[in-house]
């Protein structure tokens, strides 16, 4: 028997999500076939719904519903501190623990000649005016502990070397290779805490 074409489409669009193969997607795609309409209709919504209303803060480059993120918008936060970050989920990894009351700037990505990815490729440019503009004393960089991290934390220590800023590098709580989305709040926290000039 053939496979139907709209379930080919589906599946597919499954295997697009990182870590689902065939046989995961294939799973989900027939349990939407079993699912009730108004599930469906439930589930397809919020697709829609999340790809509609959030987008990158203009500021920071985190995710966001309102015209700038919760985090810029606080004049409590500390604006003399920006944490650089590879990704929009690694603010919301920190912001879930609280151990940290200064700003972001979310990079988009990291350094990877392997993919590609160069400095022109990362929201490096802004993190320059924001320094300028904020009169920042200390930049944490918070990419992850892996290769393309570490490269991205050195290149950026080097670039930034005569600003006056203080460059700082979380310390190395966080395994070798990890990503800080998955990591425990207790670990993030002494990675914050840790932190090392680089």
């Known amino acids: 028997m053939k496979e139907f074409s709209s379930i080919a489409k589906l599946i597919d669009s499954f295997q697009r999500l990182p870590g689902i193969g065939?046989?995961?997607?294939?799973?989900?795609a027939y349990q939407v076939l079993e699912m009730k309409d108004e599930?469906?209709?439930?589930?397809?919504?919020?697709?829609?719904e999340v790809k509609s209303k959030i987008h990158h803060c203009p500021i920071c480059g985190a995710y966001t519903e309102d015209d700038i993120c919760e985090v810029c918008a606080n004049d409590m936060r500390d604006k003399t501190k920006i944490m650089v970050v590879s990704y929009p989920k690694d603010v919301i990894a920190f912001e879930k623990i609280g151990a940290f009351d200064g700003v972001y700037h979310v990079l988009g990505g990291?350094?990877?000649?392997?993919?590609?990815?160069t400095i022109n490729d990362l929201n490096v440019s802004s993190l320059f005016d924001r320094i300028q503009q904020q009169k920042v004393s200390e930049v944490i960089v918070a990419t992850p502990p892996n290769?393309?991290?570490?490269?991205?934390?050195?290149?950026?220590?080097?670039?930034l070397a005569n600003t006056g800023v203080n460059v700082t590098r979380i310390a190395y709580g966080l395994?070798?290779?990890g990503h800080l989305e998955y990591a425990d709040?207790?670990?993030l926290t002494k990675a914050l805490e840790g932190r090392n000039k680089i």
Do not use: C, Q
């Not at 065939?22 to 989900?28: D, G, N």
């Not at 469906?40 to 919020?46: G, I, N, P, R």
């Not at 990291?110 to 990815?117: D, K, Y």
């Open 22 to 28: 065939h046989k995961t997607a294939e799973k989900m």
């Open 39 to 48: 599930n469906v209709e439930y589930f397809a919504d919020a697709l829609r």
């Open 110 to 117: 990291a350094l990877s000649s392997v993919n590609g990815v």
């Open 147 to 159: 290769t393309e991290g570490e490269t991205t934390a050195l290149y950026l220590a080097r670039i």
């Open 175 to 177: 395994p070798l290779g």
């Open 185 to 187: 709040a207790l670990t």
